[in-house]
T-cell receptor, first 116, second 110 residues
Framework: DTGVSQDPRHKITKRGQNVTFRCDPI?????LYWYRQTLGQGPEFLTY????????KSRLLSDRFSAERPKGSFSTLEIQRTEQGDSAMYLC??????????????FGQGTRLTVV | TQLLEQSPQFLSIQEGENLTVYCNSS?????LQWYRQEPGEGPVLLVT?????EVKKLKRLTFQFGDARKDSSLHITAAQPGDTGLYLC??????????FGTGTRLQVTL
């Protein structure tokens, strides 16, 4: 297993277009997280899944954002009608379920979105 | 809402100096993790601390978890240019969702 994989690494899109990002977690990890990070800031939580169930969504996740993890493996994050304020690094992470050292989250390299 | 404040926000030091980064919260965390992130990349896990008062060493890096599990520190001895990056602490609450600190940007110059 090579770790958490995100695709694409970079995306430039015009305002108003839809974009979709993919995340492939570490295979034995039940939990998958999406975070957003703007320049110079720490990552902000967007949503997370336990297997295929989406358990929590942040207030940051407006109606234009939707995330899925249909088979409990890979996940997609879609942003509809992109706005310039959506420009950020979108990070995916995965972890095991139970508390303690097993909740260490491992991150992918991120998808850098630029909305022009 | 669980918040983690890191200090300092920025640190520019010369090679060979020592430094300490602090991560503070009013909330208790079941575990706390430290990450380092380089520009354009995702955060890379450095260490996880779980027990109050725990101290972990990773070569020149020493991590400490506060007795009450509300705060943590990262001490770097004899900093090197390769230590340059954004250092992030992240706390895991009861739901195991990570809450990240505000980050400390470290620049180590020759």
């Amino acid at each position: 297993d090579t770790g958490v994989s995100q695709d694409p690494r970079h995306k430039i899109t015009k305002r108003g277009q839809n974009v979709t990002f993919r995340c492939d977690p570490i295979s034995e990890h039940n939990r998958l997280y999406w975070y957003r990070q703007t320049l110079g800031q720490g990552p902000e939580f967007l949503t997370y899944f336990q297997n295929e169930a989406q358990l929590e969504k942040s207030r940051l996740l407006s109606d234009r954002f939707s995330a899925e993890r249909p088979k409990g493996s890979f996940s997609t994050l879609e942003i509809q009608r992109t706005e310039q304020g959506d420009s950020a690094m979108y990070l995916c992470a995965s972890s095991l379920e139970f508390p303690g050292p097993g909740t260490e989250a491992f991150f992918g390299q991120g998808t850098r979105l630029t909305v022009v | 809402t669980q918040l983690l404040e890191q200090s300092p926000q920025f640190l520019s030091i010369q090679e060979g100096e020592n430094l300490t980064v602090y991560c503070n919260s009013s909330s208790v965390f079941s575990s706390l993790q430290w990450y380092r992130q380089e520009p354009g990349e995702g955060p890379v896990l450095l260490v996880t601390v779980v027990t109050g008062g725990e101290v972990k060493k990773l070569k020149r890096l020493t991590f400490q978890f506060g007795d009450a599990r509300k705060d943590s520190s990262l001490h770097i001895t004899a900093a090197q240019p390769g230590d340059t990056g954004l250092y992030l602490c992240a706390g895991a609450g009861t739901a195991s969702k990570l809450t990240f600190g505000t980050g400390t940007r470290l620049q180590v110059t020759l």
